[in-house]
């Protein structure tokens, strides 16, 4: 059964909220951040997050975040992509879709968030690929619940997602062991290990 759309809507609240409300009180401390979601909820959370900002008459161009999609403005993009490259940017969160999960490179983005998992392994490691280019401590999160779970099972691929997130070990093994390769080192690794 399909959750309504005030489940919907607290599931966005205690997941982003708490993220949304440290970006609008300190933006100048809070991290460079790609958001990874579908459509559906990019527009949501993107909805949401100008919503809490105080309305769309109090968002402009220079606010810490936007939302990145394929059919987004080529302006926009630019402009964004070019203050994701500058020495200090200005904008901190961008929700986006696949969109920049693969050629993106900034030296800034130190953390990556998916609000639901993405349909299969690969996507998952370009996308987290895209946090701690320049050597910098990164964070990746994952958020799903067993709903999500049950829509990526659908997917080709989907099962290794489903198995990863169901994972009770060291994440960044489980990834290395699915490309079959080997940790180089365990040290910071992951909330798991961290335990």
Sequence with gaps: MKPSYAEEYKVRETVMGPIF??????PEDFPVTL?????????????????????RSKVSKDSPFVAL?????????SRVLSDLVSERPTIKLILTTSYLGMGFDSPHVSRVIHYEPPSDLIDYVQQIGRCGRNGQQAEAILYYNATDLGHVRQHPGGKEVDKFCKHDGCFRKALMEYYHCTVATLENCCNFCSN
């Design 21 to 26: 409300d440290q970006l609008l009180q300190s």
């Design 35 to 55: 958001v990874f979601c579908n459509g559906s909820n990019l527009c949501h959370l993107n909805r949401d997050l100008i919503i809490r900002a105080g309305g």
């Design 69 to 77: 999609h394929s059919d987004q403005d080529p302006t926009v993009v």
